[in-house]
């Protein structure tokens, strides 16, 4: 299981990008755009090869309790692959709780790699117009 702090800031990212989605009509779902934002920085930081692994691992995790994402890989670019295959369900799933693990384990591998600060930081980079730079995005705020 992802920690909570990794499933609130999945969740928060893939609620953002849905409303912005739903403005322009993407084709693609929710979380298959979270990918390809976080796609180019994290590229950038660890190598292709590097993001990947990361992506790779977190997929492999995500299907452990998302068996729907079992048509769902990695390409060698780093690009997910095999959405286009998803029937209806499955890709309602993918933009849902299945695309939200993804996105969680993801988050939670950035997380025990690189640390809570950077790993903000490059958050709040791919979506300067968004706040997911408070700390306590997890957590109760206090009075």
């Known amino acids: 299981m992802s920690p909570p702090v990794s499933r609130n800031l999945a969740r928060r990212l893939l609620t953002y990008e ?3 989605g739903r403005s322009s009509e993407p084709t693609e779902s929710a979380a298959f755009r979270v990918c390809e934002k976080l796609r180019v920085p994290l590229s950038a930081l660890a190598g292709v ?3 990947r692994s990361l992506l790779s691992r977190a997929l492999a ?6 068996p729907s994402l079992s048509a769902v890989e ?3 670019d780093g690009s997910l692959k095999g959405l286009d295959e998803l029937g209806p369900q499955k890709d309602k799933d993918m933009s849902g709780e299945g ?3 993804l996105i969680a384990q993801l988050l939670g591998l950035l997380l025990t790699f690189i640390g809570e600060g950077i790993t903000l930081r490059l958050v709040q980079n791919v979506w300067p117009e968004s706040a997911f730079d408070d700390r306590d995005s997890g957590k109760e705020k206090k009075a």
Do not use: S
């Open 49 to 51: 090869a590097g993001f």
């Open 74 to 76: 990695v390409g060698a």
């Open 18 to 20: 849905a409303a912005v």
């Open 99 to 101: 695309g939200a693990l």
């Open 61 to 66: 995790l995500a299907r452990a309790e998302a």
